[in-house]
């Protein structure tokens, strides 16, 4: 017999079985939903009814509040949670990504901290993972907790990427997701530095399915998404993920070409067969100002593909890690 054998308790054996779900939870100031988040999380993962362990992952955006203090005080006292402080803000497109490159479960799962992604949802997403999809999407099925401009915005984006993208998102779907370890994998080797993740989990692919859930109002604190960070974010989700809008000038450009010599040939056979007119200046300055205003939007529109082009080919880091503390579950 080996004496070095190790007799490994009960618990330890059955854990070393289960498969692990990591929790990505981005946070930018948010001391008021930390305390909430972490009981209705605990609450949500008591009742799971999968044979899964769960460990939480807090990566906070450089966040000016007590933040940092409750997650750092919550991991000292439980070994599901594990912290991952950024230098700055970068915003939550990099603090996401962070997430997911340090993310050590077989499946990770993005939610939000406010509550609007219910964690009562988990259980059914793991049940669909556990069946054999890669992707589980949570749809909402209602957005109560926001706005009617913003509900009306969020829909006309979707119907506007999805119309121009070569790889369509799913409608009413958000970061909110289960995705299995390999499909997190994939999205590691994604490099791009102007992104919209909910764009590249659509691009990757796999076996996708889908689980409803109504969107509630948030819990506590107050959103950081502004309406012109949300603009951002579209213009960096179309022009990240299509060049149509270029193609699209250039069909306007080519109609505008022929049309421009049409009109050149039907002034020159007037003027040969009924001589010169008097010169108007209403025709004239109409047709400078139509093809300087579209000029300058096709101008803007190149600008912006040329931008994000000097984004990428600096090769800055999407972000940078400041301190880091790693639970015992997402350790082993």
């Known amino acids: 017999m080996n004496s070095h054998l190790e007799v490994i308790p009960l618990d330890r054996r059955t854990a070393a079985r289960l498969r692990r779900v990591t929790l990505v939870v981005p946070v930018y100031d948010e001391e008021a939903s930390i305390d909430l988040f972490l009981e209705k999380a605990s609450e949500a993962v008591s009742c799971l009814t999968q044979p899964v362990t769960v460990d939480i992952l807090f990566v906070n955006d450089g966040s000016r509040d007590k933040t940092e203090r409750l997650i750092v005080a919550a991991a000292a006292t439980r070994r599901d949670i594990s912290v991952l402080n950024l230098s700055r803000n970068f915003g939550k497109e990099a603090a996401l990504t962070a997430g997911l490159h340090h993310a050590t479960g077989d499946a990770v799962i993005p939610l939000d901290v406010d509550l609007q992604d219910p964690p009562e949802v988990i259980d059914e ?30 829909t006309a984006f979707y119907r506007v990427f999805n119309a121009m993208a070569d790889r369509p998102m799913p409608q009413d779907v958000g970061d909110f997701r289960l ?38 109002a948030r819990a506590a604190g107050v959103t950081r998404w502004s309406y012109w960070k949300l603009t951002k974010l579209a213009l960096d989700a179309i ?16 109609l505008m070409a022929v049309v421009s010599l049409l009109y050149s040939l039907f002034l020159f056979i007037r003027t040969l067969v009924f001589g010169i ?30 931008g994000r082009i000097y984004t ?21």
């Open 125 to 154: 997403m793991i049940r669909r993972w556990l069946s054999g999809a890669k992707i589980v999407n949570a749809s909402r099925n209602s957005r109560s907790g926001d706005g009617w401009l913003k509900v009306t915005a969020a």
């Open 277 to 306: 007119d008097i010169p108007g200046y209403a025709s004239t300055a109409i047709l400078i100002l139509v093809f300087g205003g579209m000029n300058m939007l096709a101008l803007g529109l190149i600008g912006e593909y040329v």
């Open 179 to 216: 995705l299995d370890r390999e499909v997190v994998l994939a999205i590691r080797q994604l490099g791009e530095r102007s992104r919209c993740n909910k764009a590249l989990f659509a691009w990757v692919g796999f076996e996708t399915e889908t689980v409803h859930y109504d969107r509630p």
């Open 239 to 254: 022009f990240s993920s299509t060049t149509v809008p270029l193609r699209i000038w250039t069909y306007i450009g080519g």
């Open 312 to 332: 990428e080919v600096r090769q800055r880091p999407l972000y940078v890690v400041r301190s880091q503390h790693i639970s015992d579950l997402a350790g082993r």
